[in-house]
Structure formats: C-alpha cells, structure tokens
C-alpha cells in the first residue's frame, strides 16, 4: 500500500456524511466517496471530495475504503455481493467497516478478504450525530494490529477515542454490548421517571438532578434522560427505534451463539417492538418513556 494512500468512502448518509467531511479536511489526501443519493455528494464536492461512478471505480482509484452502512444486508451486498468491493478489490489494500453489524459478518468478511490478499478492519462507531459532526467519535475495531495501525491516522480524523479490541469481530462484539447496556439504561431510566411521574412523590427534573449527584449518575442519564426525557426537552440525538432495534437483535444473537441468556436485554426488545407497533419506530429511541406510558393505559 502506498505511504500515501488514497482514501474512499462508501455510504454517506446521516453519519457517514460528516464523517467523510472530517476525513477529506483533516488527512490532507484525496478521498473518492460513492452513495445511491447524489445531494450528499453534491454537499461534500464542496470540501473536495471526488464522486465515484460505482464500487469498481472506488477500488481502482484508493488504496483504503471506509464504509458506513445501515446493516448487515447493505454491508454484505457491498462488499461480497456481485460486482462488490472484494469483487474489485486488489492484494493489498484495506477495507474498513464502520457500520454496526453481527460478529460473524466481520468474521466472515476478514476470511473472504484474507483469501484475496484484502485486509479488513471492523471499526464500528459509538456517540452519535454529535459526534460524528465534531469528529470525537469513539472507533472499537477488531482486526490485525498492522492494519489497525495503518488506518488509525485516518480514524483520528473522525474520532477521539480509538481502541483495538480484538482480532477480526471484537470491534462489533464491544459496539454490540455497548448498545445493549445504554439501550437497558435508557429503560431504567424511563421507567424511574414514569414513577416519579405517576406516584407525585418527586417532580421528574429533581430526581434526575439529584440522580447526577449519586451512583446512579452516567453519561446516559445526562444525555438521553435530562435531555431527552423531560416536558419540553429537545433531543439533539436521532438514533432511532427501528436502528437500536436492529443492534439490540445483533447483541442477542451473539449472546444466543454462545450459550447466553440476556434476560434484561430480552425485556428491553420487547418493550421496543412495543414502541415499533406504536408507530415509534422512526422516532429518538427516549421515546420508550412514552411508550411505557401508553403500555400503562392499555
């Protein structure tokens, strides 16, 4: 690979946009991005990113693809499908997921790239819009060391925290539980606001106030609590029903390949596809508050 690679970027939606745009202003190097929409390629030619004409034409021109995709079906038609990534690819260069996406995806891709002389990293992504727009993502990527090293520079154009977890899936596995423990949270949560509501004990701004001074305190009750959960507060975050939906299934089915019981995780799912039937699926995923509400009622 060339002591200057030449970067490409796959999928620029809601998070993959901004991070595109850190990447192309903070490395110094030319970057090729290719997405099914053309305004956020329009938007991102601004800052000089190049449009590709499709995924052979990412490959031949970069020397590391990153992607960031919704899921497992859009990942695996990417880089595996006909006419995909691996299909185009050539020895040596590397390919980075940044989508959040099964263990056994990245473990099935790392062995496919392996065989064409592709390296691969998953590198997943945690902390939001926010971040992504500020360049303080957290990365966890799983894959070889070397590898990891040569696309860190690149990642820390997007992020802050980077952490090699593992070999190949370990990245997944550490966003995977991570989703899982926030999504629980956010449950306890919304549900200690819907007594505090419900018993007029404590006004629900107070108890989350006092909550911040004691061990229940966590970056989860200050963000999607205080600032999600409360009368008339304006959630800054996006992450919908319908996405956390989707890592949840993912940690579940880890747990299950492995002989694990996630009791609690197993609840949290089913109040979710409670919010789903409720027509919260495109909503910030602090809408669980409301669901339990209207669970009370039925």
Do not use: W
């Not at 939606?13 to 390629?41: T, Y």
């Not at 390296?119 to 945690?126: G, L, T, Y």
């Not at 926010?130 to 799983?142: I, K, P, S, V």
């Not at 539980?177 to 606001?193: D, F, G, K, S």
């Amino acid at each position: 690979m060339a002591d200057a690679p030449n970067l490409g970027f796959v999928g620029v939606g809601v998070m993959g946009e901004k991070m595109c745009r850190n990447l192309v202003q903070k490395s110094g190097r030319p970057v090729l991005a290719f997405d099914h929409s053309p305004a956020p390629l329009q938007r991102l030619s601004e800052f000089g990113v190049e449009s590709a004409t499709g995924l052979d034409d990412v490959m031949a021109r970069t020397d590391i693809v990153f992607l960031s995709l919704p899921g497992e079906p859009q990942v695996r038609e990417v880089v595996l499908g006909e006419g995909g990534l691996l299909a185009n690819a050539r020895a040596g260069q590397i390919i980075v997921d940044c989508s959040t996406c099964p263990v056994r995806l990245a473990q099935e891709i790392a062995e496919a790239a392996a065989e064409k002389g592709v390296k691969f990293v998953d590198a997943p992504v945690a902390r939001g819009v926010t971040a992504a727009e500020n360049g303080t993502l957290n990365f966890m990527a799983g894959g070889a060391k070397e590898d990891f090293d040569a696309i860190r520079p690149y990642l820390a154009c997007m992020g802050g925290d980077i952490t090699l977890c593992g070999g190949p899936g370990a990245g997944q596995a550490v966003k995977l539980m991570n989703n899982m423990i926030v999504v629980q949270t956010v449950r306890a949560i919304a549900e200690a606001l819907k007594v505090a509501q419900e018993s007029g004990a404590v006004d629900g701004e107070m108890l989350f106030e006092t909550l911040t001074t004691g061990s229940a305190d966590s970056f989860v009750l200050r963000n999607h609590g205080i600032k999600s959960m409360l009368p008339g507060a304006h959630p800054a975050q996006t992450f919908p029903v319908k996405y956390i939906m989707k890592d949840l299934g993912y940690a579940l089915e880890l747990a299950e390949s492995c002989g694990v019981v996630m009791t609690g995780a197993e609840t949290t799912m089913d109040l979710l596809k409670k919010a789903d039937e409720m027509n919260f699926g495109d909503r910030y995923y602090t809408i669980l508050i409301e669901a339990l509400e209207q669970r009370a009622k039925a």
